[in-house]
């Protein structure tokens, strides 16, 4: 069936009363300062010069660290919410 044109142009303006809104709110959370874009340059220019000065495989291997400290963490993260998400559900 169908639809009526006017109920698909209502939502579509609908949908973009909606987006600009919440494009509003980020911006105003964003700043826009002329130095974002230089001091993310400045920290990738520093992050660098730190990195060529470290040997590839201990890097490889903090990096190899860092990313099984965070597995392990979002599982500790995720059972907690399981269990907690259970324990509600026998309250109720």
């Given at each position: 069936?169908?639809?009526?044109?006017a109920?698909?142009?209502?939502?579509?303006?609908?949908?973009?009363?909606?987006i600009?809104?919440?494009?509003?709110?980020?911006?105003?959370?964003?700043?826009?300062?002329?130095?974002?874009?230089?001091?993310?340059?400045?920290?990738?220019?520093?992050?660098?010069l730190?990195?060529?000065?470290?040997?590839?495989?201990?890097?490889?291997?903090?990096?190899?660290?860092?990313?099984?400290?965070?597995?392990t963490?979002?599982?500790?993260?995720?059972?907690?919410?399981?269990?907690?998400?259970?324990?509600?559900?026998?309250?109720?």
């Amino acid at each position: 069936m169908a639809r009526d044109p006017a109920q698909i142009q209502a939502d579509i303006a609908l949908t973009r009363r909606v987006i600009e809104t919440q494009l509003d709110a980020l911006s105003r959370k964003v700043p826009r300062a002329w130095w974002t874009p230089w001091a993310l340059a400045a920290g990738a220019l520093v992050v660098g010069l730190v990195m060529s000065r470290l040997p590839v495989l201990k890097v490889i291997g903090v990096g190899a660290r860092t990313v099984q400290t965070g597995l392990t963490v979002a599982g500790t993260v995720a059972a907690v919410d399981r269990f907690l998400a259970q324990q509600r559900r026998l309250a109720a």
